[in-house]
């Protein structure tokens, strides 16, 4: 380990202190204060503090982006997709160790969450570092005397801003896509979850020339809008909130930066009546993320159920769902783990309430979370459906972030997708048939930038992905997400005759 250049603060000496990375140094804040991470659950206790960095150590990381790009542009492609491989490699060596922390800060169940975020990590090192000289330009016939030719070039600085629920998966995502094709990076990661992605960030930095990857530490509030505004960033990634996206987009408006911007959801999934059978159900489960405490953006949290299976299918998804394990997500036994802090723990009880005070509404699993007992001592809530639900209420148009279902029956088609389309969310989808021509129609209808058929799965690599309406702007994950929202074009024309 690297030792810190402003390591004046004060040590802590009940637990850890992690450092950032700014200019290839582990280092404290310039005055030296730490802010906490907590582990939620054990109800916020204390596991590690990280850097609490201001405008001076935001300033000290871009200046140091700004060096590093000077010289990381100009080396090829492919030695940088080399660069990528060689991370993967030793990610994945360390796999078990981050997954573990992963799990400690986030609240994720190790079995069915943190080990599969960090392989997927892995898996995106692979197929940038796999994809580096895809980099590439086109020519364009102006005729035999002239030279048109395009270059795909990097942007410089860019600010990646990503949230808590997936933290590893998404810094990964935002240091594969920048650095890939020649830009430098600033990540600042959730002030809830920044322990494991620190944990990457020094496996990358064993790698990378300094300045190339820098990590701040800190509030959104405090470092992320001094990110967001700082005249030496040439290019804004978000992942989080719209709310905070929309702050986002302001601060690239006023210096005219691109922004990609992926936001919240209030996905749909639509079954068929041909499609009341057990894998439909395990699908739905899966998509609305229930062992990630739907703590998603893609959660499938509005279940449009055909009235003529709505109670059969219902009989079976609460039986599914009544047997996963709540509990300690380090213990191999457990499916769902807890939610992430008080504040949204709190938002999750509320909408339960909201639900509850609904006239009509009918609460047929989970509900407000325990006073006592083991499941009191963290931040958990069981998995919670509600049914006979209105589309216009609140708890179905508003992201809960949490484990909480809404079921709404419909007759008609047409009404099916009006009800999924009426949201001003458009992330993710998900229909059911065995009627391939009925699931696609309805899939070219649904305004949504990522729709699944028949299967409720997490993203991979190579798909383009990124929401449409208020869920952002950008596609990210693919290769044509890479160059088209980390490169610029810039195109050369040669007369030939001279
Ligand atoms: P959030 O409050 O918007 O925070 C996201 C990140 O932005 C955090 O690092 C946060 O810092 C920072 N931040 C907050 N306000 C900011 C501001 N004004 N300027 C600069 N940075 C700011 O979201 P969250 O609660 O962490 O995450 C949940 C949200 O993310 C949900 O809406 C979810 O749907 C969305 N999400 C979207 C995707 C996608 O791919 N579309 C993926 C995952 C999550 P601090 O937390 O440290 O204050």
């Known amino acids: 380990m690297k030792t810190g250049r402003r390591t004046n603060a004060k040590p802590n000496e009940t637990v850890e202190r992690e450092l950032m990375l700014i200019d290839g140094e582990w280092t404290a804040s310039g005055d030296g204060r730490f802010i906490p991470v907590e582990n939620p659950a054990k109800r916020g206790i204390v596991i590690a503090e990280v850097p609490r960095a201001m405008e001076t150590d935001v300033g000290h990381a871009v200046k140091a982006a700004l060096k590093a790009f000077e010289s990381w542009k100009r080396i090829p492609p492919r030695d940088r997709g080399k660069l990528m491989l060689k991370i993967a490699t030793d990610i994945e060596a360390q796999s078990e160790g981050l997954a573990k922390t992963l799990s400690l800060e986030t609240g994720n169940a190790i079995r069915t969450q943190s080990r599969g975020e960090i392989a997927l990590a892995v898996d995106l090192f692979r197929f940038y570092g796999g994809v580096a000289s895809e980099q590439k330009g086109e020519t364009v016939p102006l005729g035999e005397q002239v030279l048109c030719y395009s270059r795909r070039e990097p942007i410089g600085v860019v600010a990646g801003i990503i949230p808590w629920n997936s933290p590893v998966l998404l810094g990964a995502l935002k240091i594969t896509m920048a650095l890939t094709v020649g830009n430098t990076l600033i990540l600042k990661p959730a002030s809830d979850a920044p322990l494991a992605v620190l944990k990457m960030a020094r496996i990358c930095d064993a790698h990378l020339p300094k300045g190339v990857l820098n990590v701040v530490t800190g509030s959104g509030n405090e470092c992320g809008t001094m990110l967001a505004k700082h005249g030496g960033v040439r290019k804004l990634s978000f992942t989080g909130s719209s ?125 407000l979370p325990p006073k006592e007992g083991p499941l009191a001592q963290g931040y958990f809530m069981e998995p919670t459906i509600f049914t006979h639900i209105k589309n216009e209420w609140r708890i179905a148009r508003e992201e809960v972030f949490g484990p909480v279902l809404v079921a709404i029956p419909w007759e008609d088609e047409e009404e099916a997708i009006r009800m999924a389309n009426d949201s001003h969310y458009g992330l993710a989808a998900y229909v059911y048939s065995h009627d391939i021509g009925k699931a696609l129609r309805a899939a070219h209808t649904i305004e949504s930038g990522w729709i699944q058929v028949n299967q409720g799965l997490g993203i991979l690599p190579g798909t383009s992905y990124g929401g449409f309406k208020q869920s952002g702007m950008g596609r990210e994950y693919s290769l044509e997400g890479m160059l088209d929202s980390y490169t610029q074009r810039k195109c050369i024309t040669v007369n030939l005759q001279y």
């Open 243 to 367: 709310e905070a996206g929309k702050t986002i987009m302001a601060a690239g408006a006023e210096r005219i930066v691109p922004v990609t911007l992926e936001l919240g959801g209030k996905s749909p999934q639509i079954v068929f009546p041909d499609a009341n059978d057990d894998h439909v159900v395990q699908s739905v489960i899966n998509a609305m993320r229930f062992t990630r405490q739907g703590q998603s953006c893609t959660a499938g949290s509005r279940l449009f159920l055909h009235t003529s299976i709505f109670d059969s299918f219902m009989d079976k998804l609460v039986k599914k769902l009544s047997s996963l394990k709540i509990g300690d997500p380090l213990d191999e036994t457990t499916d769902v783990g807890a939610i992430i802090n008080r504040i949204q723990f709190e938002k999750v009880c509320n909408y339960v309430k909201d639900g509850l005070e609904q006239k009509g509404s009918s609460l047929v699993l989970g509900g």
